[in-house]
């Protein structure tokens, strides 16, 4: 071999040696490989409250009977299957590597005071606390500790969108929540232009006339889980003027907008929230006759 080749073989030896030092330095270790351990175990149908503490401020979910509320930093329902997963997904953080017990190293994986703290509790008392880091080198992975532990993990899955979210992101959305083949009856109004989508037996008519199943359908399943953007929680001075109006099975649903603004201003008689929607999602359900012809 050429002088050149035997220095490159030095070279890689050198750094093998250097590796397998570094990596058993006291608190520092990597251990791969699937043990079958979770980072925290609990009962997650006992859990009634969470708190997840982020570095834009905390954010507190309790569960009310059968739904979840969000109580911090506002008062307002939040989604339920969100809340739920993350529940489960907490109960489901499988330990694959540990990477390192130092605390000085908190800090590089983003696992140290600074970072977003889920705590778990049923009945006041805590179940189980975590502390969610950076993504893994994959991005398939997350760096984790347990709260009061050193050791820190690499656990499967992206958790930063699990449990992440602001107060916004964990509320929701929904502004109606019914199942597509329940509804009978829509009526559209635009002013003076007023028209009916009905059901006759299994079959849809719009003002008599057999409708398009398929425009039909697309629009039932907008409908029936019709979702906001946003939330409006302060008063409005003047309500913007009303370009909408549908009523569902008698459910009102009034969409307001004011020229040239992309966001609809929307309100359900269903309830007393203020929404705000963009006008992509409005016009999958703001049909016109012509929408539903055969």
């Given at each position: 071999?050429?002088?050149?080749?035997?220095?490159?073989?030095?070279?890689?030896?050198?750094?093998?040696?250097?590796?397998?030092?570094?990596?058993?330095?006291?608190?520092?270790?990597?251990?791969?490989?699937?043990?079958?351990?979770?980072?925290?175990?609990?009962?997650?149908?006992?859990v009634d409250r969470v708190d997840v503490i982020l570095t834009s401020g905390p954010?507190?979910?309790?569960?009310?009977?059968?739904?979840?509320?969000?109580?911090?930093?506002?008062?307002?329902?939040?989604?339920?299957?969100?809340?739920?997963?993350?529940?489960?997904?907490?109960?489901?953080?499988?330990?694959?590597?540990?990477?390192?017990?130092?605390?000085?190293?908190?800090?590089?994986?983003?696992?140290?005071?600074?970072?977003?703290?889920?705590?778990?509790?049923a009945k006041g008392t805590e179940l189980a606390a975590f502390r969610v880091g950076?993504?893994?080198?994959?991005?398939?992975?997350?760096?984790?500790?347990?709260?009061?532990?050193?050791?820190?993990?690499?656990?499967?899955?992206?958790?930063?969108?699990?449990?992440?979210?602001?107060?916004?992101?964990?509320?929701?959305?929904?502004?109606?929540?019914?199942?597509?083949?329940?509804?009978?009856?829509?009526?559209?109004?635009?002013?003076?232009?007023?028209?009916?989508?009905?059901?006759?037996?299994?079959?849809?008519?719009?003002?008599?006339?057999?409708?398009?199943?398929?425009?039909?359908?697309?629009?039932?399943?907008?409908?029936?889980?019709?979702?906001?953007?946003?939330?409006?929680?302060?008063?409005?001075?003047?309500?913007?003027?009303?370009?909408?109006?549908?009523?569902?099975?008698?459910t009102q649903i009034g969409f307001h907008q004011r020229p040239g603004d992309p966001?609809?201003?929307?309100?359900?008689?269903?309830?007393?929230?203020?929404?705000?929607?963009?006008?992509?999602?409005?016009?999958?359900?703001?049909?016109?006759?012509?929408?539903?012809?055969?």
């Open positions: 071999m050429t002088r050149t080749t035997w220095f490159l073989l030095g070279v890689l030896v050198a750094l093998i040696v250097a590796t397998i030092w570094v990596m058993q330095r006291p608190g520092e270790q990597s251990t791969t490989g699937d043990n079958g351990n979770v980072l925290v175990s609990y009962d997650s149908s006992a954010v507190t979910l309790a569960r009310e009977g059968d739904t979840w509320t969000l109580v911090t930093p506002i008062h307002a329902p939040a989604d339920v299957r969100l809340v739920n997963a993350a529940i489960g997904q907490g109960k489901a953080l499988k330990i694959t590597t540990l990477v390192s017990s130092n605390p000085a190293k908190q800090q590089v994986f983003q696992v140290d005071s600074t970072s977003t703290l889920v705590r778990l509790f950076k993504p893994g080198p994959s991005y398939t992975e997350t760096y984790v500790r347990k709260e009061g532990s050193n050791d820190v993990y690499l656990t499967e899955g992206m958790l930063s969108g699990v449990f992440g979210k602001s107060a916004r992101d964990w509320r929701n959305k929904a502004i109606m929540n019914l199942r597509p083949e329940d509804i009978r009856t829509v009526q559209f109004h635009y002013g003076d232009t007023t028209f009916a989508l009905t059901r006759s037996d299994s079959t849809w008519e719009v003002d008599g006339s057999p409708a398009g199943e398929y425009a039909v359908r697309g629009f039932l399943a907008s409908v029936a889980s019709l979702q906001c953007d946003d939330f409006i929680d302060t008063a409005l001075t003047a309500m913007p003027p009303l370009v909408g109006l549908l009523e569902v099975d008698g966001m609809f201003t929307v309100i359900a008689t269903n309830g007393t929230q203020i929404y705000a929607m963009s006008g992509w999602r409005a016009q999958q359900v703001l049909k016109r006759r012509a929408d539903f012809s055969r």
